[in-house]
């Protein structure tokens, strides 16, 4: 049973050597990967002294750097986490552990319940729950801290995930994915640490929450498009009716339509919001044959369990505790 801890890293030469060196320690069987994000310091060769493998992606964005590790790196176990030293490297063993016991696709480390509001930028958790709302609202998460970068993953998750994330919005659409094929998630508590001094976050406050919020438009169109396409049937036949009233009220009274470009607009927002309803079923049709196809092939490959079980029959030594407890233990 093989796990890899997998670190974007764009220009973290401050903490990505910690990084590494606390995520060997709490997972000595591990095989760490780092993907250099067209950093313009010292990350690489920081992080290769420290003991990582280090793969490269010129175009910059987290989500182009995440991409190049999941289709790169070989595990059985996938543990995602940022490169900044934020997160809590003595949860890693309790997320793989969870993932296992559950025999899960996605283990998410809950930042929200384990430490006050005090380590995050203004607005960040704000912004955080407003989106784990928004999840939860459209897509029926049970998901609470929708942004969080730290998440341990089966292969059969990684492999199936058809990412189109240039940024930040890379979490949101991990979530969506997993709900979306109904794969079994959970969370678990861990806790979180303001940056180290020297060490700058790459996260923009406006310009990705509105990455994010796009994001959400897209995934429901995709995800739910009846949902999507219905929501904008009904608000382009709203503003029909709104604008019907005057034309109604005046031929009531008169007899006469004296507004003929307005009836025209009327008539053709009212077309066109059947137009949008039609479009709503036919590809609602089509997300649920695209779902099944994701099913298929998602099934192709072995659970967490069904790796640990082919291993223990060929290999009578358990390597993975081995591996979560280190030698010391």
Known sequence: MSI???????????????????????????RIYVCDNASSDDSAPRARAAGAAVLFEPRPGKGMAMRRLFADVEADIYLMVDGDATYEAAAAPRLVER??????????????????????????????????????????????????GYRAMSRRFVKTFPSESVGFEIETELTIHALETRAPIAEVDVDYFVRPEGSESKLATYRDGLRISL??????????????FSLVALLTMGLAFVLSLPIIETYLQSGQVPRIPTAILITGLFVLSFVFLTCGIILERISAERRMLYRMHYLRIPGPRQSLRAERETNPHDRLKEGLSGPNR
Do not use: Y
């Open 4 to 30: 890899a801890v997998i670190i974007p890293c764009r220009n973290e030469g401050a903490t990505i050597a910690q990084t590494v060196r606390d995520f060997a320690a709490v997972l000595p069987a591990a």
């Open 99 to 148: 993932l296992l016991e559950g025999d899960l696709d996605m283990v998410i480390g809950n930042r929200l319940n384990a430490i006050g509001v005090e380590v995050f930028r203004p607005g960040h958790e704000f912004g955080n729950r407003m989106f784990s709302w928004i999840a939860r609202f459209f897509f029926d998460s049970p998901v609470k801290d929708l942004l969080s």
């Open 215 to 228: 994001m959400f438009l897209r995934l429901l169109r995709d995800v739910k498009p009846l949902q999507f």
